[in-house]
C-alpha cells in the first residue's frame, strides 16, 4: 500500500510539474535580438518552416519547440502568410495566437491619379517598406519583366491604395496596379459611346489621360472630356498644356512658354492634330468613365477660372471673352 501511495505521489508531482513546465514554457517572455523584431512567413510555409524563419530573426524560440506547440494546439496548418511585427513581452503562445490570425504588418502606396509613371517610379524607389527590385531597370524592362505588351508604360496602371506585406517586391505592386487597370478600361470601352471618336480601349486611355490633367474641379470632368470628343470629331487640334508638358519631360521647369507650344514633339497637341501616341498621366476611373460617355455638348473651349472651375465656351468669341475676363483680369 505504501508503494502505491508512493508512485501515485510520483505520478501526481509529475504530472503537477508538467503543468507548470507547460505553463512556463507557454507564458514566459521570450528575449529577442531586437525590439521590435520583424519577419516574414512565406506563402504556403509549413509550421516547422515558420519556427525556423522565427528562431533565425532572432527571437529565442527554438523551432522544434514552437512546432510542438503549434501541433499540440491543433494549428499546424492554420500559419498564415505575411510580414510580421512583434515586441518585447511576446510569448510563444501569444506568438503562436498572432501567426495563426494573420495579424500581419501591412505597408501601404498611394498611387494618385493624374501622377505619371515617373512619378510613381520615384515613389516605389523611396518606400521603405518595398523590396527595390525594380529600380535598376529600364521601363522597358520593367514592362517585360511584368509580361506587359505595350512599350510604353503611361498611363497602364490603375491609380489607388495598395496595401502590401512589408518586404514584397515593388514588382508585386505594379503588377497589381496594371492588373486593376485592365477590367477598368475594358468596362469603360465597353459602355462607350458608339459615335466616340477614338479607335481602340488604348486610345480612350489616352484621352482620358488628358481629360485627368485638365480637370480641376471634378463636376467639370463631364463637360472637358466633351469639349475634347468635339474637337477630335471636327478635326480641331487639341491644343491642351498638359501634352506638351509631357513632351517635354524632365526639361519643363514649372514654366510652360510660348516657345515650348511652338517646339514640335509627339505630345505637341498645338503641332500636331489628334490624339498624342501615349497616355500623359493615369487617370483615374472617373475620367475613363467621362472619356467613354461625355455628355452631349457643343462646347468647343474652356478656360480656368482661378477658383479651380473652368469657364466653357461654344465659339471662340466666346472663349477669347473669357480668356479676358479671368486669365488677363480685364
Do not use: C
Request: proline share 6%.
Amino acid at each position: 500500500m505504501r508503494t502505491f501511495k508512493f508512485v501515485l505521489l510520483l505520478v501526481i508531482l509529475a504530472f503537477v510539474a508538467g503543468i507548470m513546465g507547460v505553463s512556463w514554457f507557454t507564458t514566459r517572455q521570450l528575449p529577442m535580438r531586437s525590439d521590435p523584431t520583424m519577419f516574414s512567413i512565406p506563402a504556403g510555409a509549413s509550421l516547422r518552416t515558420a519556427a525556423q524563419v522565427i528562431e533565425s530573426a532572432g527571437i529565442d524560440l527554438p523551432a522544434w519547440q514552437l512546432e510542438l506547440l503549434g501541433r499540440v494546439m491543433g494549428r499546424s496548418s492554420k500559419i498564415k502568410a505575411g510580414s510580421y511585427e512583434v515586441e518585447d513581452g511576446l510569448t510563444a503562445l501569444t506568438l503562436l495566437d498572432k501567426l495563426t490570425r494573420g495579424d500581419v504588418t501591412q505597408g501601404e502606396l498611394v498611387l494618385v491619379e493624374g501622377k505619371t509613371f515617373r512619378q510613381f517610379r520615384a515613389m516605389i524607389n523611396e518606400h521603405p517598406d518595398l523590396a527595390h527590385d525594380s529600380q535598376k531597370f529600364s521601363d522597358a524592362k520593367i514592362l517585360a519583366h511584368l509580361g506587359i505588351k505595350e512599350t510604353h508604360p503611361e498611363g497602364l496602371f490603375f491609380p489607388d491604395t495598395y496595401l502590401f506585406n512589408k518586404g514584397s517586391s515593388d514588382f508585386d505592386v505594379l503588377r497589381r496596379a496594371y492588373k486593376a487597370m485592365q477590367p477598368k478600361l475594358a468596362a469603360a470601352w465597353e459602355k462607350r459611346e458608339t459615335t466616340l471618336p477614338v479607335k481602340t480601349p488604348y486610345e480612350l486611355l489616352i484621352l482620358a489621360s488628358i481629360v485627368e490633367k485638365e480637370t480641376g474641379l471634378a463636376a467639370d470632368r463631364p463637360q472637358i472630356a466633351a469639349v475634347f470628343v468635339n474637337r477630335l470629331r471636327r478635326g480641331m487640334l487639341l491644343q491642351t498644356d498638359p501634352t506638351v508638358i509631357y513632351g517635354l519631360g524632365e526639361r519643363f521647369d514649372g514654366n510652360l512658354r510660348k516657345a515650348d507650344l511652338l517646339a514640335d514633339t509627339p505630345w505637341n497637341t498645338y503641332t500636331r492634330p489628334g490624339l498624342p501616341p501615349t497616355p500623359i498621366a493615369m487617370p483615374s476611373l472617373a475620367s475613363l468613365q467621362a472619356a467613354a460617355k461625355p455628355p452631349p455638348s457643343d462646347m468647343l473651349y474652356f478656360v480656368a477660372r482661378g477658383d479651380g472651375s473652368s469657364e466653357f465656351s461654344a465659339t471662340l468669341d466666346e472663349h477669347n471673352s473669357a480668356v479676358a475676363k479671368y486669365q488677363k483680369k480685364q
